[in-house]
């Protein structure tokens, strides 16, 4: 009888995310995974109840303005029979701070502070973590008695994170110091080894992973490997359904890109790439009409100092007056520009996904992506034989891809045949096939059970 009773009692489903009101990809799968449950309890009548932990700060209407946010920004329309209580810890949201050395240690050991904070004041039966925040799950497991599930983007520390020290490249996380070194190089492995093992054994203790690629899977199938069983792939949710209706034809010389303003997006990488156009196609008239649109969030002050230094950049390189910033606008703005957009950018290296690679492809954008992680293996791959968009590693590559892509104007016959099949292979990560993979692997882990 007890345990009759147990099953039919109200499950209280916790999403640790504490920038929960932010607008990028890993939100959208969040308020999706929102979106699910509530018509799990309306049309299954699972007893569900949602908790969202975030740093936000409280105020009287925060419910209802983010709800509208949600909605404005992602179209995403949540039951109002959906319970939900946001739990505000923005008391402790300095454990986020980013620290200046131990950073992957460190940051991890906050986040562990963080879920803490958290389960102290609401403890729920079933934590799910959409932040790739792994080190919480010993927290909630022991202390807070939660079954625990991750919806996880991108793995903390992978294989190619090691291999990039090793090579001695510089990057955004390994800089000139350490590249140039072999002392510190050689600490930097071990630290990073050390931490994968961590990141390894913590990363198990989940009743079930969901991962947002087949890049993704390699990654964290090898390092969790005794939750090697409870992985699956779930892509994340695309809004392509309503991006299908945008007009594939008259198309103006634009350039776009959509992306969170942060390092790892290497939005310098686009703004070189379209100097380099522009100076080396300078005779093709429709070269020179050319003009790129980048568009995101800033999610704080370094953000809007990042941006910053992109405008300088531009204005170093002579081409302030063809850039311009979209930033921070709801989701009807974001849809203006790509159905008037040509050509789109993506310049993350190992992009664990590429929601907004997706997202163009389905506006009918023919787009150039980082030749690595998700955009190579399971996005910009051939329909049928044929070519979906590009991929590029260097600022030449992006250069010349651009150029094929605008040099004969946005409705020569080659285009428009990438940007009906980029639109039809869009079809695959659709808001529709997320929700059915993410109810369908919820349901059978039993972990509402």
Not at 30 to 38: D, P
Not at 255 to 276: M, N, Y
């Amino acid at each position: 009888m007890s345990s009759t009773n147990n099953s039919l009692r109200e499950k209280v489903v916790a999403f640790f995310h504490p920038h929960c009101s932010a607008g990028g990809g890993g939100e959208r799968v969040l308020w999706k995974a929102v979106e699910a449950l509530g018509d799990m309890r309306d049309d299954a009548g699972l007893p569900i109840s949602v908790v969202i932990y975030t740093i936000d700060t409280p105020h009287e209407n925060y419910k209802e303005d983010i709800l509208q946010h949600v909605k404005s920004r992602f179209l995403i329309d949540i039951s109002q029979n959906l319970p939900i209580l946001f739990v505000h810890l923005n008391t402790e949201s300095h454990f986020l701070d980013t620290p200046r050395r131990l950073t992957l240690i460190m940051e991890s050991i906050g986040t562990m502070r963080l879920a803490w904070a958290a389960i102290r004041k609401v403890t729920p039966d079933i934590y799910i973590d959409t932040t790739g925040c792994a080190f919480t799950y010993p927290i909630v497991r022991i202390f807070g008695g939660c079954r625990v599930a991750a919806y996880v983007h991108y793995p903390t520390i992978s294989r190619d994170m090691l291999a990039l020290v090793w090579e001695r490249r510089r990057t955004y996380n390994n800089d000139v110091q350490v590249a140039t070194s072999s002392l510190t190089t050689y600490m930097k492995l071990v630290y990073y080894t050390v931490f994968a093992f961590l990141y390894g054994a913590v990363g198990s203790m989940a009743n079930l992973v969901m991962v947002n690629s087949s890049w993704t899977y390699s990654h964290i199938s090898f390092l969790w490997r005794f939750a090697f069983s409870r992985i699956h792939v779930v892509f994340p949710p695309c809004d392509t359904k309503s991006l299908e209706y945008l007009s594939l034809s008259n198309r103006e010389n634009i350039v776009v890109s959509i992306g969170q303003f942060r390092p790892e997006k290497d939005h310098a990488l686009q703004i070189e790439s379209f100097a380099h156009l522009l100076a080396k196609y300078s005779d093709i008239q429709n070269i020179m009409a050319v003009k790129l649109v980048l568009i995101g969030s800033c999610r704080g002050e370094e953000d809007e100092s990042r941006v910053q230094q992109l405008r300088e950049l531009s204005d170093r390189l002579g081409i302030a007056s063809r850039v311009e910033f979209v930033i921070n606008q709801p989701y009807p703005v974001l849809k203006e520009w790509f159905g008037r957009a040509s050509v789109g950018l993506h310049t993350m290296w190992n992009e664990h996904f590429g929601i907004g690679v997706v997202e163009m492809m389905a506006a009918g954008i023919i787009v150039v992506a980082h030749n690595s992680g998700g955009p190579k293996a399971d996005i910009l791959t051939p329909l049928n034989g044929e070519k979906t968009g590009f991929l590029a590693s260097t600022a030449e590559e992006y250069c010349e891809a651009m150029f094929i892509a605008l040099c004969n104007g946005p409705d020569h016959e080659a285009n428009m045949r990438i940007r009906f099949l980029a639109r039809e292979s869009a079809k695959r990560f659709s808001d529709e096939v997320f929700e059915t993979s993410f109810k369908r692997t919820i349901i059978s882990s039993n972990i509402l059970r």
